[in-house]
């Protein structure tokens, strides 16, 4: 569209030499341009963009769903389906396009009238045409050569071995190989199927008799595996528990094979011929053992019938110092000694409390057994021990200590107490101490 470049009062020229409405049979006119310039600026603001509009549509094209008969488009119905009555190039269906479209029997596309469709889209004489005639095995009416039947209609049936799966195979891996995935009859390898897998199986017997050599999970038969082996074992259940009645070696239990079956025999030491620590013959009885209360010399040097530790037998059934030869206090100080010269220190033993003690050092290895004098070991009545000292085997003796006083009262006071020799190189003795009578009294040491 061209627009108007110019006018003017007396009209624009045109194109055929014509005059516009501005130039009349009457003349111009006296009142200027006959066109409102505003009405005219829309007007063509208004066409410019019609223009503009139309240049910018997407153009025709086929499968956008509008039949386009300029462009030569038949039909379209804006889809990829092309034998539903508008092919995929917009065309209707016909004869000899190619296409099988539904009425037809067949469609090759060609003029050629002698070969398996005719043209006029039936199905011809010839191989190919899906009809077995005369002269043909077979005729699937397809280009696939290994289907069973071949592109030129003789039977293909296909066999075991050619490495095309057909039907009635599982596999077919081409080769004679029973040991891999696939066997020699096109049966995918299995456990139970005689034949060893290379990868998968340690054997395969082909039965299911878990007492062969061969059992379930083609596994080699193995003490164990919870399969008695005929001839081989005498019981397996699979575990390793040997106090149950099947032990290693997958034996039954029994008295001798060295194993205490829980819940019928008392022990078993494999040997059972009564001696220190072992069994008697029936596994019902145990031989002599430490703990028994009976001294089973030289294995024992004690025997108290417990485990208890420092009771003087310990859990070995080996003797060992008592618990107050081990646990005790200790008096060290020279003034308690019977011999110290030094002036009376007025020492009391009134919070003794039934303890322990062992005189050591300075102050003497025991209690004196004479009556010392008054005054003596830094006290006001020394004490002493008036009695004999226990042997080892002695253990605990009661004794009576006495405290010297004035005008030869050796014993004015007395306490008992009770006294231990202790079994080591060289002994010593210990003492146990009640509170003295009163103060000032003192337990002595000598040596």
């Known amino acids: ?36 310039p505003m009405t005219s600026e829309s007007s063509e603001s208004s066409e410019s963009s019609e223009t503009s509009d139309a240049t910018t549509d997407t153009p025709p094209s086929c499968g956008d769903g509008v039949t386009d008969l300029d462009s030569g488009e038949e039909c379209d119905d804006g889809n990829d389906v092309t ?32 070969d398996g469709c005719t043209n006029a889209c039936t199905p011809g004489s010839g191989c190919g045409n899906g009809l077995i005639e005369a002269g043909e095995e077979c005729d699937d009416g ?92 005498e019981c397996d259940d699979g575990n390793d528990d040997n106090t149950d009645a099947c032990v290693d ?10 194993y205490v079956q ?33 001294l089973d010399a030289p294995m024992e040097e004690c025997d108290d019938g417990n485990n208890e530790p420092l009771d003087g037998c310990d859990a070995n059934c080996m003797s060992e110092l008592p618990q107050e030869c081990l646990n005790y ?31 050591t050092g300075a102050a003497g290895s025991r209690m004196p057994t004479m009556a010392p004098a008054p005054f003596s070991c830094g006290t006001d009545a020394p004490g002493w021990l008036n009695g004999t000292y226990p042997d080892v085997d002695d253990g605990q003796v009661m004794r009576e200590v006495c405290f010297a006083w004035l005008f030869g009262e050796e014993c004015k006071w007395s306490v008992d107490v009770l006294i231990r020799e202790c ?20 337990y002595c040491g000598a040596q």
């Open 1 to 36: 569209m061209d627009y108007p470049t110019s006018t003017t009062d007396a009209g624009t020229s045109t194109d055929d030499g014509s005059t516009s409405a501005a130039m009349t049979s009457e003349g111009p006119t006296s009142e200027g341009p006959t066109t409102d």
């Open 83 to 114: 034998d539903d009555g508008c092919t995929n190039a917009c065309t209707l269906p016909k004869c000899g396009d190619g296409i099988k479209q539904e009425g037809e029997g067949c469609d090759d596309g060609n003029d050629d009238d002698t």
């Open 142 to 233: 397809n280009d696939v050569d290994d289907d069973g039947c071949a592109n030129d209609c003789t039977a293909n049936p296909g066999v075991c071995g050619d490495s095309v799966v057909h039907e009635g195979e599982e596999c077919d891996d081409g080769n004679d190989d029973n040991t891999d995935f696939c066997t020699d009859a096109c049966l995918d390898a299995f456990c139970g199927d005689t034949y060893v897998h290379a990868l998968l199986e340690e054997c395969d017997d082909g039965n299911d008799d878990n007492t062969d050599d061969c059992v379930e999970g083609c596994l080699e038969a193995k003490c164990g595996d919870g399969f008695t082996h005929a001839g081989e074992e």
């Open 249 to 258: 070696d997958c034996l039954e239990a029994s008295c001798g094979d060295g």
């Open 262 to 294: 829980d819940g019928v025999e008392v022990c078993d030491d494999g040997v059972n011929d009564g001696s220190y620590n072992g069994c008697e013959d029936d596994c019902n009885q145990l031989g002599p053992y430490c703990g028994d209360a009976q």
């Open 329 to 359: 206090q200790e008096f060290s100080e020279e003034s308690r000694n019977v011999l110290y010269a030094g002036p009376v220190e007025d020492q009391c033993d009134g919070q003794a409390g039934d303890q322990w003690y062992r005189f």
């Open 423 to 442: 079994d080591t190189e060289p002994p010593y003795y210990v003492f146990q101490l009640p509170d003295t009578p009163d103060c000032y009294m003192r």
